[in-house]
């Protein structure tokens, strides 16, 4: 199963970690954005830089079976990608939900969390109902 990991850029030590977590559990990150670097970028460099690292993401939760966010205050990026996996029909996990209050995270088939631990079995139940339904 391919889990996309999103939350805000400042907090992506914690993301590599939760996507440990995932890759230990079996799991395929469908695309790792914590290793992109806008360091030594600078003008139209950043800029292309920028498109790049947007359509990879995009193409991140296009891809994925299950989004992931471990909200934070500063994740404005990330409401972005939990609106594009509503659109898209993703399973929809939902961790430290109290943090910031979204109106999208009401829908019917968001999965809320206080833990990323909670949230993270949660990904593992999901998934065996998945596969379960598949055999």
Known sequence: MR??????????EEAKEVMEQFRSLG????????????????????KDFLQRCAVLDFQGVQNCDLFFL?????????????GMAI???????IT?????????????DVMKFETIQDGISAAVGYRRGVEGRRS
């Not at 471990?70 to 939990?82: C, Q, V």
């Not at 939900?97 to 019917?108: E, K, W």
């Open 87 to 93: 659109a898209y029909e993703k399973a929809i996990i």
């Open 96 to 108: 430290r939900h109290s943090t910031v209050d979204n109106i999208f995270s009401r829908l019917v």
């Open 3 to 12: 889990v996309y990991v999103s939350t805000s850029f400042a907090n992506k």
């Open 27 to 46: 799991f395929t990150i469908s695309h790792d954005w914590t290793e992109e670097k806008t360091e030594g970028e600078s003008g139209e460099s950043l």
């Open 70 to 82: 471990i909200n934070d205050t500063r994740a404005k990026g990330a409401f972005t990608e939990l």
